[in-house]
């Protein structure tokens, strides 16, 4: 008598064998992907981050830069914030936030603060720019410049919509 038990349960095991490195390794190729694009958002994001810090410790095209006439917001004169061309870019973040993201050439979200106290027509403001409690992917990018004679730093939040 010849018996095929064996010869069954090793096909068996063959083919579950297959399907578990198959498996395997779907899974690793999945999070390796996973982690490659999420390293992509957040490289996307520095680079956004920096070119809107550039742009804000700059003076700004057209140098004496209005509402109406402004094509990049900058907000130093003289390597220090003009406390004019800041209170032009807050009134016009809370009147026209899409324009500034505009105006700063960016599709993400963003909200800067400073280190020190800022004061616009003797009000004291937290941030210019639209703050949100759950960001996906939120970044920071700081600059260090001038206000009122003093060091303070500008720190830009940056995130995806």
Not at 61 to 71: A, I, R
Request: proline share 2%; net charge negative; no cysteine.
């Amino acid at each position: 008598m010849i018996f095929k038990r064996g010869q069954a349960w090793g096909f068996d095991l063959m083919i579950a064998s297959i399907i578990f490195i198959s498996g395997i390794l779907i899974f690793y190729l999945y999070s390796l992907n996973a982690s490659t694009e999420t390293d992509e958002k957040l490289e996307a994001l520095f680079y956004q981050g920096s070119l809107i810090a550039d742009n804000l410790i700059s003076e700004g095209y057209p140098l004496d830069w209005t509402e109406d006439t402004v094509t990049k917001i900058g907000l130093l004169s003289n390597n220090r914030i003009n406390e004019t061309k800041l209170e032009r870019f807050y009134y016009l973040s809370e009147q026209d936030y899409g324009k500034t993201k505009t105006l700063l050439k960016t599709r993400y979200n963003y909200y800067i603060t400073f280190s020190d106290q800022i004061t616009i027509q003797g009000e004291v403001i937290d941030k210019i720019g639209q703050q949100t409690k759950n960001p996906k992917n939120l970044i920071k990018i700081s600059r260090l410049t001038i206000y009122k004679e003093k060091p303070v730093e500008v720190h830009i939040f940056l995130w995806e919509i």
